[in-house]
T-cell receptor, first 112, second 115 residues
Framework: QKEVEQNSGPLSVPEGAIASLNCTYS??????FFWYRQYSGKSPELIMS????GDKEDGRFTAQLNKASQYVSLLIRDSQPSDSATYLC????????????FGAGTRLAVHP | SAVISQKPSRDICQRGTSLTIQCQVD?????MFWYRQQPGQSLTLIAT?????????ESGFVIDKFPISRPNLTFSTLTVSNMSPEDSSIYLC????????????FGSGTRLTVV
C-alpha cells in the first residue's frame, strides 16, 4: 500500500526561526511531490511543488527532495505566527496515477 | 491556477437523506477528484471523477453510497447518499491540470453535519 508519512507534531518554533517539516513516502516510483498549507477551517492551499532531486526555493520556503532516500522536506525561514497551520505532504505515486496521496499533516505553531 | 466554486459551503442534514455537492471550475481541467476530510484527519480520496464515464472509486468507497457525475470538463457532482452521522465530514473537490506546477488545487469545501 502506498503511504506518505509525516510527524503529526505539533512542531513549535519561535518567531524568526527555521521550521523544518519532513515527509517520507513508500512508493519508489513516485514522480511529483507537493506541500500544502491548511489553516483551521479552510481548504488546503498549494505552496510548493517539486519534481527533481535537490532544493527548490520560493521566497521563505524551500522544498528538498531526495528520491534515493524517499523523503521530501519543507523549510520555512524566518517563521511568522501567520505560518501557524497544518502542513500536508502529498505525493503523486506515478506509474500512470494522477491522484495525490496525502500524509496525515504536521501541525506547526510559531510563537512570538 | 483554476478557480473552483464548490457548493453548498455547509449543510446540516437528517440521517437517511442525501446531499449533492457541486464543483464548478472556470476552465477545462484534466482531472477532478473528490476527497473527504474527517475532523482532525488528513485528506482521503473518495474517487476520481472521469468525464463521460463512471468514476474510479478508492478502496472503501462505493458508487451506491457516493455517486459521482462529471458531464463535462468543468463540472462534477458528488452525492452522499443515505447519510448517517459517520458521514459528517468536510468534502473537497480538487482539480488537476497535468504538467502544470500549480496543477492541483482545491475548492473551498463543503462542511456536512448529519444529525
Amino acid at each position: 500500500q502506498k503511504e506518505v508519512e509525516q510527524n503529526s507534531g505539533p512542531l513549535s518554533v519561535p518567531e524568526g526561526a527555521i521550521a523544518s517539516l519532513n515527509c517520507t513516502y513508500s512508493d519508489r516510483v513516485s514522480q511529483s511531490f507537493f506541500w500544502y498549507r491548511q489553516y483551521s477551517g479552510k481548504s488546503p492551499e498549494l505552496i510548493m511543488s517539486i519534481y527533481s532531486n535537490g532544493d527548490k526555493e520560493d521566497g521563505r520556503f524551500t522544498a528538498q527532495l531526495n528520491k534515493a532516500s524517499q523523503y521530501v522536506s519543507l523549510l520555512i525561514r524566518d517563521s511568522q505566527p501567520s505560518d501557524s497551520a497544518t502542513y500536508l505532504c502529498a505525493v503523486n505515486p506515478g506509474g500512470g496515477y494522477n491522484k495525490l496521496i496525502f500524509g496525515a499533516g504536521t501541525r506547526l505553531a510559531v510563537h512570538p | 491556477s483554476a478557480v473552483i466554486s464548490q457548493k453548498p459551503s455547509r449543510d446540516i442534514c437528517q440521517r437517511g437523506t442525501s446531499l449533492t455537492i457541486q464543483c464548478q471550475v472556470d476552465s477545462q481541467v484534466t482531472m477532478m477528484f473528490w476527497y473527504r476530510q474527517q475532523p482532525g484527519q488528513s485528506l482521503t480520496l473518495i474517487a476520481t471523477a472521469n468525464q463521460g464515464s463512471e468514476a474510479t472509486y478508492e478502496s472503501g468507497f462505493v458508487i451506491d453510497k457516493f455517486p459521482i457525475s462529471r458531464p463535462n470538463l468543468t463540472f462534477s457532482t458528488l452525492t452522499v447518499s443515505n447519510m448517517s452521522p459517520e458521514d459528517s465530514s468536510i468534502y473537497l473537490c480538487s482539480v488537476a491540470v497535468l504538467d502544470r506546477a500549480d496543477g492541483y488545487t482545491f475548492g473551498s469545501g463543503t462542511r456536512l453535519t448529519v444529525v
